[in-house]
């Protein structure tokens, strides 16, 4: 079925050390990728987003590769700090749908 | 602006009560939609709106209603509780569903507890 999952339930960093995050999609006719960072008892805030038709992206401090030959997307934080510290979740649209499909998390951890 | 607000924070039900779950916006925005959240997982998408009047199921519709009288509000209506809809409730807005780009900002959430 369609799904959007991630590898790693916990990542535990240095601070100052680059993180990845790992995310795996099976729907091959989505045409937007999304991530998003939820800190404890708050909603998810935006991070960055990615098209299609795009392999790469940077934004502040965070890049998303999209590799669609195996459908997976990265999210690469640089440096990571303290307040990086929150869950993860990648979400995904389908071409046509006006809804997001949310995959189930991974929790980064930043030790001092 | 306020962003994203959400009422009550935190509610206990018991089986079989209903209640409505108010969420508003002052950004204008065209799409709402409402998430729940529960232990370990993503959110998943209960029901949306690309403007008032106009809603749509998403993945889990099943015990939720909604209307969208206004474009500022998105109220979310359990009409039976059961223990099944023990969730983190959030709800998001965005400017337009353009291309598939849609950056949802979300309200802080409520936390609803079926005995």
């Known amino acids: 079925g369609e799904s959007v999952g991630l590898h790693l339930p916990t990542l535990s960093v240095q601070e100052g050390d680059n993180s990845i995050i790992n995310c795996a999609y099976s729907n091959s006719a989505s045409d937007y990728f999304i991530w998003y960072k939820q800190e404890s008892g708050k909603g998810p805030q935006f991070i960055i987003d990615i098209r299609s038709n795009m392999d790469k992206r940077q934004g502040q401090r965070v890049t998303v590769l999209l590799n669609k030959t195996v459908k997976h997307l990265s999210l690469q934080i640089a440096a990571t700090q303290p307040g990086d510290s929150a869950v993860y979740f990648c979400?995904?649209?389908?071409?046509?749908?006006?809804?997001?499909?949310f995959g189930s998390g991974t929790r980064l951890q930043v030790q001092p | 602006n306020a962003g994203v607000t959400q009422t009550p924070k935190f509610q206990v039900l018991k089986t079989g009560q209903s209640m409505t779950l108010q969420c508003a916006q002052d950004m204008n925005h065209e799409y709402m939609s409402w998430y729940r959240q529960d232990p370990g997982m993503g959110l998943r998408l209960i029901h949306y709106?690309?403007?008032?009047?106009?809603?749509d199921q998403g993945e889990v519709p099943n015990g939720y209603n909604v209307s969208r009288s206004t474009t500022e509000d998105f109220p979310l209506r359990l009409l039976s509780a059961a223990p099944s809809q023990t969730s983190v409730y959030f709800c998001?807005?965005?400017?337009?569903?353009?291309?598939?780009?849609?950056?949802?900002?979300f309200g802080p959430g409520t936390r609803l507890t079926v005995l």
């Open positions: 709106s690309v403007g008032a009047g106009i809603t």
């Open positions: 998001a807005s965005s400017p337009s569903w353009t291309g598939g780009k849609n950056e949802q900002f």
């Open positions: 979400a995904e649209n389908k071409t046509g749908r006006r809804a997001l499909t």
